[in-house]
């Protein structure tokens, strides 16, 4: 068992409530972070930084690029970090420095893709080589199927050629790349895939993409079932509350609701000890 027991006690007690008629989530990543850098072991956190990279990408993309979009909280590097480090490209993660280079040089690491899709491709071969944890790789890899599937069901409904468009080489992209199935051949050994394929007629896209987040909360719950006071546990709490702070940006509504949730599954799911009770 590792020392993380007693702080994550700590972590979950001081979580705070929600008022029905906040504008907002209390609770931000940004700000769990901070909880995060004080009570985690230094393995575990650099582990958890795996996850907060998926929002650098985006912000470095963003900057790069010269959009205007807004800049996302929750990352390891803060804004004047970013501009800092795209003037030298060093003290940053080596997938980073590649793409910024790639792109400087205008020369592509992979043939037929966007830039988007190149920085996803060296980001996901990175975390899953950087790694250790084997709850962490099975996350990256659920999640860039997933992507992969609704990517294969765009580009089917657009006419678009799929394999460009597609992150990591695995047997689910060789299907998909190739089948003409409506499930392209994967609902046997990925039953989700049947109610994917079944949701995507939805012309509700908000609607639908609640139904995709549904999956990936669900597949947290089920890896975490059997993980009380762990780092996986905790990394769970992260990647569910990263869902629950972009519908708090889409959807109001539907971001308290997840939240409350995400709180009511902590206060079931444990029994805090006796210094923890209100």
């Given at each position: ?40 072991q ?67 690491i ?11 491709e ?21 999640d ?25 080489k ?44 549904e ?26 509350l ?37």
């Amino acid at each position: 068992m590792r020392m993380f027991k007693k702080e994550y006690y700590c972590l979950v007690a001081g979580l705070p409530d929600i008022v029905a008629d906040d504008v907002k989530i209390q609770t931000s990543v940004k700000e769990f972070q901070e909880e995060l850098k004080e009570n985690l072991q230094p393995a575990d956190y650099k582990e958890v930084q795996l996850v907060f990279l998926a929002v650098d990408n985006r912000n470095f993309f963003n900057i790069i690029l010269g959009q205007k979009a807004a800049f996302l909280s929750g990352g390891n590097y803060t804004k004047e970090d970013i501009e800092e480090k795209l003037k030298n490209s060093e003290g940053i993660e080596e997938y980073l420095q590649n793409f910024i280079s790639a792109y400087r040089a205008e020369i592509p690491i992979f043939e037929k893709r966007s830039w988007e899709n190149q920085l996803a491709e060296l980001y996901n071969d990175f975390a899953l080589n950087k790694t250790k944890n084997k709850f962490l790789a099975e996350w990256f890899q659920f999640d860039i199927d997933l992507k992969n599937i609704l990517t294969a069901l765009n580009c089917r409904k657009h006419d678009l050629e799929i394999a460009p468009q597609l992150i990591g080489k695995n047997e689910i992209t060789d299907a998909l790349k190739k089948s003409t199935a409506k499930d392209f051949g994967l609902s046997f050994d990925n039953p989700h895939v049947t109610k994917i394929v079944q949701e995507w007629e939805n012309n509700d896209i908000t609607a639908r993409e609640r139904f995709i987040d549904e999956i990936r909360w669900d597949y947290l719950d089920e890896k975490v079932f059997f993980h009380y006071f762990t780092i996986e546990r905790v990394m769970s709490f992260v990647l569910k509350l990263q869902i629950v702070e972009r519908w708090a940006t889409l959807d109001r509504e539907t971001g308290r609701n997840l939240f409350q949730r995400l709180l009511d599954e902590l206060g079931n799911s444990y029994t805090f000890p006796e210094e923890f009770t209100v």
